[in-house]
């Protein structure tokens, strides 16, 4: 499978725990992209890696979340003190520096209860 | 701040007809634009890619850009049912793509049997 892979597909989780995801990218792209898409928008840029360094991240992105790349190979992203709001579904997606647009995996769907 | 804005729909279009999609967009300093075609419940999938003024034109989808008026459209020729869907417009002000993308909310097409 040559596509961007992100599991878990879907996670259930009480307000208040941790939940941690994960993206691994098209093996040769080294841009990776984390967003977030809520029922009826579009998605919403969160962050960005170039390798191992994480290049932008978005003001939608509070303290709660860390997402790291640590060897510019898969990604993580963690949400600490899940609140209801922080139900979504959430994208990778990655690229290479010289190509145009990028490929989206299946996403996470996080539910928060 | 970043926006963009296209009609939510539904766009009804009989099949077989031309399917218009339209998107503008705030930040003149934008020079990447893409389509991308989502299905209920699955990811975003790139369609379109645009960077300077006119048409592009690929199978049956023609990306039309006008920077002057900061007007992004979409053209599906010969629609059919398959083509049915949410299509999202996206911005980017780095060339190529390669910062973060500003998505529209979308606009659902559906083509008529």
């Known amino acids: 499978d040559t596509g961007v892979s992100q599991n878990p597909r879907h996670k259930i989780t009480k307000r208040g725990q941790n939940v941690t995801f994960r993206c691994d990218p098209i093996?040769?792209?080294?841009?990776l992209y984390w967003y977030r898409q809520t029922l009826g928008q579009g998605p919403e840029f969160l962050t960005y890696?170039?390798?191992?360094?994480?290049?932008?991240k978005s003001r939608l992105l509070s303290d709660r979340f860390s997402a790291e790349r640590p060897k510019g190979s898969f990604s993580t992203l963690e949400i600490q003190r899940t609140e209801q709001g922080d139900s979504a579904m959430y994208l990778c997606?990655?690229?290479?520096?010289?190509?145009?647009?990028?490929?989206f995996g299946s996403g996470t769907r996080l539910t928060v209860v | 701040q970043k926006e963009v804005e296209q009609n939510s729909g539904p766009l009804s279009v009989p099949e077989g007809a031309i399917a218009s999609l339209n998107c503008t967009y705030s930040?003149?300093?934008?020079?990447?634009f893409f389509w991308y075609r989502q299905y209920s419940g699955k990811s975003p999938e790139l369609i379109m890619s645009i960077y300077s003024n006119g048409d592009k034109e690929d199978g049956r989808f023609t990306a039309q850009l006008n920077k002057a008026s900061q007007y992004v459209s979409l053209l599906i020729r010969d629609s059919q049912p398959s083509d049915s869907a949410t299509y999202l417009c996206?911005?980017?002000?780095?060339?190529?793509?390669?910062?973060?993308?500003?998505f529209g909310k979308g606009t659902h097409l559906i083509i008529q049997p």
């Open positions: 997606a990655s690229s290479l520096i010289s190509t145009y647009g990028y490929t």
């Open positions: 996206a911005v980017s002000i780095a060339g190529g793509g390669a910062d973060g993308l500003t």
């Open positions: 093996s040769e792209h080294n841009r």
């Open positions: 890696f170039q390798n191992e360094a994480q290049l932008e």
């Open positions: 930040d003149r300093g934008s020079q990447s």
